[in-house]
């Protein structure tokens, strides 16, 4: 998106960029899959220009102006009944920027701001969202510190959800140099806690 690499050199870049975050799961990224469809000559030579351009080490990490060529964004959230708002929201989100990480809220952090035990543990909702297509990887959030993602992941780009703010804790300062979208995209009636209260009724 900022430049005229071609899509085996940014998804080298990518692929470098997320093995470079701890915890990260990406175990269902069709990124990795992708690029074992290109022939090993051809994936080399395209490091090697990457190497002569300063956008990887010699040892395949992204160095900072490799970081650069590729706009990386975050959205969170509980993801506990998966439903067509959740699709359209990262569809939008994913348009935006290269790479798209879910930050997964953990359980204690459903019960504490949703008032509810989740549905699903928080490991399972990971599993879910990763085998998402909009999804690049996903990571379980802090509890107490809903800061410590976006120190690691360091991201361009910070999605909001219609009904979202930024979570308590972060600072003006983290946020400088960060663009903060709201995706102002709404279902009527398509709501997590309203699909909880058609159930129970049943």
């Known amino acids: 998106m900022k430049n005229n690499l071609n899509q085996i050199q940014r998804k080298l870049l990518i692929t470098a960029f ?73 569809r939008k989100a994913k348009e935006q920027v290269d790479v798209l990480i879910v930050i997964i809220a953990t359980d204690d952090t459903v019960k504490k701001m949703k008032n509810r035990e989740p549905l699903h543990k928080q490991e399972w909702r990971k599993d879910v969202i990763t085998s998402l297509k909009y999804v690049d990887a996903a990571i379980i959030g802090e509890e107490k510190e809903f800061r410590v993602p976006l120190i690691k992941i360091n991201p361009d780009v910070i999605f909001l959800g219609y009904d979202q703010k930024i979570p308590p804790g972060i600072s003006k300062k983290e946020l400088q140099n960060r663009e903060v979208i709201k995706l102002n995209f709404k279902i009527e009636g398509v709501k997590t806690s309203k699909i909880l209260e058609k159930l129970e009724s049943l």
């Open 18 to 90: 997320l093995k470079s975050i701890p915890n990260l799961d990406m175990s269902n990224n069709d990124i990795d899959k992708y690029l074992e469809m290109i022939p090993k000559e051809v994936l080399e030579r395209e490091r090697q220009r990457l190497i002569a351009l300063g956008y990887l080490k010699k040892d395949g990490l992204i160095t900072d102006d490799g970081r650069k060529q590729i706009r990386v964004g975050v959205i969170g959230g509980v993801f506990d009944v998966l439903h067509i708002g959740h699709i359209h929201m990262l």
